[in-house]
């Protein structure tokens, strides 16, 4: 046996009814074979603290756990604090802003035994069909994007909490989703050098403990087409050469498609470790990708200098990290602070002719309608209303006899596998037809994008508007604030 097994991260999942619970048997196999660290999907903040402390405490070396919080802890944790997305963020060009949202998420991440943050994203926004950047980037302008990413690590990092900078080279330019297939991207080495780049290398010089890698081929790079996370010219010769890179080097998550074309997951890990990762996140059948790994080096095609330069990566980032404490714990003003920045990034495309009147009645749609409970997203939005005294009712129909605005919402954000980022025609048309009938009704009415605006064009150029960027919790509860102002 070797150490191989510490060159896994893996994932823990939170079931709402049954906690970490089903998790047990998977967290004891994970902390047996001697993982380097877990990724974690959900939780609350008590149950993640006590997760956090066990596993550290069972484990026989550091780990590092790490969670998703490109909008703020909020985003995996239930009753943490969410944020809006980084397009939002960066449309108010102020980077003490960046700063400020990196460190409240990174204290309240400690203050759980979080202490990796899979965020700043250093794609750039170039493709506006893109299914799975979008809202989540700093913006298509590569200085300014490396601005924010620079800025957003050293805010993370000087809470003691990793970061980590993604997709390396650049995911901005793909139209297809790396969870269901191989994007490949054909742009001029030159133009990814210069641009994709530059955010990456902004990254480096901010001292950046780690990179995650794109699950995407790009052929002026890598001419054989093989995606980055297992491209030896990429990793080894772009990153670590050209870009001076020495710190650690994440494989996104081992277990999606692009990946995995006519191979597994065992086979996916080894070839990432020998193009040049130092870690590989969430695979999906643990045991079997160890076991990979050990064969790997047990056979030399891993060999075992390059296999303890791994190890002393991680374990130097994982005994750098600070431990969870509650010496710089988030105040009240901070999470208020949180909350006006949701208010200060709303956009309002076209304003209402006249005040909100109640009762508020609210349609809503999914803006891909791809199926499950599109009522579901509402639930922050009526909360906040009903919080605020205002009288907000759910219907199917915006032509009924009530004299109060109808809110109709549709919601935009992108959803990892679902390899979309337009909204679909039936969506568009229900909007406008409710619109239509809200209007023939003699009613009020307005609609509530939680996407990006660049998207809201769909909507016409007659109806108010009001874009909220993503259907984020924190977002439906400013658009509730918004609306409780805008009262006739």
């Not at 491209?231 to 050469?241: F, Y």
């Not at 602070?337 to 200060?344: M, S, T």
Request: glycine letters at 10%.
């Amino acid at each position: 046996m070797t150490d191989a097994a510490a060159l896994c991260i893996a994932a823990i999942r939170w079931d709402p009814s049954r906690g970490f619970g089903d998790a047990r048997p998977h967290i004891d196999a994970a902390l047996r074979l001697g993982v380097g660290g877990f990724t974690l999907y959900g939780g609350t903040p008590e149950a993640v603290r006590a997760l956090t402390r066990d596993l550290q405490q069972r484990s026989k070396t550091p780990l590092l756990i790490g969670a998703d919080m490109e909008r703020g802890a909020g985003q995996q944790f239930d009753g943490s604090t969410g944020l809006p997305p980084a397009a939002a963020i960066a449309s108010l060009r102020d980077r003490d802003t960046v700063r400020r949202a990196a460190r409240h998420t990174a204290r309240e991440a400690r203050t759980m035994g979080v202490n990796w943050n899979y965020a700043p994203v250093a794609d750039l926004d170039v493709e506006p069909a893109n299914p799975v950047i979008n809202t989540r980037s700093f913006g298509s302008q590569p200085s300014e994007v490396g601005d924010y990413v620079a800025e957003w690590i050293d805010a993370c990092q000087s809470e003691g909490v990793l970061a980590c900078a993604k997709h390396f080279p650049g995911h901005g330019r793909t139209i297809d989703d790396s969870h269901l297939t191989l994007p490949v991207v054909s742009a001029p080495h030159s133009v990814l050098m210069q641009d994709d780049l530059l955010p990456f290398r902004s990254a480096i010089d901010a001292g950046v403990g780690s990179i995650m890698t794109a699950h995407v081929a790009y052929t002026s790079l890598d001419p054989a087409g093989t995606p980055a996370t297992l491209s030896r010219e990429i990793l080894t010769w772009v990153l670590r050469q050209r870009c001076e890179y020495e710190n650690l080097i994440v494989a996104d998550s081992i277990n999606m498609q692009a990946v995995l074309q006519g191979t597994d997951e065992g086979e996916a890990a080894v070839r990432a470790i020998l193009a040049g990762c130092d870690l590989v996140l969430a695979p999906g059948d643990l045991q079997k990708t160890v076991q990979a790994l050990e064969t790997a080096v047990g056979e030399g095609r891993i060999e075992r200098d390059r296999l303890r330069l791994s190890l002393r990566r991680r374990l130097k980032w994982a005994q750098w990290v600070s431990p969870p404490n509650d010496y710089r714990r988030p105040s009240g003003t901070d999470v208020l602070w949180c909350a006006g920045l949701a208010d200060r990034v709303l956009k309002v495309v076209r304003p209402l002719t006249r005040g909100i009147r109640a009762p508020i009645e609210i349609c809503s749609f999914d803006s891909d309608a791809r199926g499950g409970d599109v009522r579901a997203p509402r639930i922050a939005l009526i909360n906040t209303l009903r919080q605020l005294s205002i009288d907000a009712r759910v219907t199917d129909r915006a032509d009924g006899p009530s004299r109060g605005t109808v809110l109709i919402t549709a919601f935009g954000e992108p959803v990892q596998g679902r390899g979309s980022m337009e909204v679909a025609p039936d969506v568009r048309d229900g909007v406008m037809q409710l619109y239509a009938d809200a209007r023939a009704a003699g009613r009020d009415a307005l609609i509530v994008w939680f996407g990006h605006p660049r998207l809201a064009a769909v909507f016409g150029e007659e109806a108010p508007l009001l874009c909220a960027w993503s259907g984020d919790a924190c977002m439906q509860s400013a658009v509730a604030r918004w609306l409780g102002k805008q009262r006739g």
